[in-house]
């Protein structure tokens, strides 16, 4: 997130994400509500997407290696954190989705190197670059003061809980780094029409 906004830089109207960070929500919603969940989440699908999803296969025929609309993805989200909110706290399945999106994309040779040598900072200066790995489109930059870290970008078209996902998968990495009490503590997305913005805070060690 260190690299500056290039002048009057405009991401293409739509973009896409990498299955490896849209398949987790999706087997971690699977493994919390099982078979009878899945379906429930197949059902509530919005149909214009039924093309694009295998809605009785596993994982609704997300691929990792596959690139999905953002809107897609964004609908995925949408309806897996609806569902799962009727269960638990919206903070504690995003918590938990982007545990699991951000330990399964890393992968545990990459997680170790996280562990052991990253900072706020660094994670910071490799944002841009990251978020290339997994988006088609958009640029995002970070600055870290204290124990804050702010992080503006924009991105192709997308929904503000897809957005809140991105939010929870910078809260997982910032965890992985050694930090304690990390949260969101100030979110705004504008769904691709202008810059997204959020500040992630933690305990002062």
């Known amino acids: 997130m ?7 830089a405009r991401p293409a109207r739509l973009g896409k994400a990498k299955g490896v960070i849209v398949r987790p929500m999706i087997d971690w919603f699977t493994s919390t509500f099982g ?6 989440l197949a059902a509530a699908i919005d149909p214009r997407w039924a093309t694009e999803l295998v809605l009785d296969g596993p994982a609704l025929g997300i691929a990792p290696g596959g690139w999905y609309d953002e809107r897609l993805a964004s609908e995925i989200a949408a309806r897996i954190i609806a569902i799962a909110s009727t269960r638990m706290t919206e903070a504690e399945a995003l918590h938990a989705i982007g545990t699991v999106t951000v ?10 190197v996280v562990e052991w040598f990253a900072s706020p900072d660094t994670a910071a200066i490799s944002a841009q670059l990251s978020w290339r790995l997994f988006h088609s489109t958009g640029w995002i930059s970070a600055s870290v003061a204290g124990s804050a870290m702010h992080a503006v970008g ?15 998968c910078s809260v997982r990495v910032l965890e992985l780094t050694g930090l304690e009490d990390v949260r969101i503590d100030r979110h705004t997305c504008s769904g691709g029409a202008r810059s997204c913005e959020m500040t992630v805070r933690w305990s002062s060690r």
């Open 103 to 112: 330990d399964r994309s890393l992968g545990r040779i990459s997680r170790a």
């Open 154 to 168: 924009i991105w192709g078209a997308h929904g503000e809980k897809w957005c809140a996902v991105v939010g929870a």
């Open 2 to 8: 260190s690299e500056e906004r290039p002048p009057n």
């Open 35 to 40: 078979q009878r969940g899945l379906e429930e």
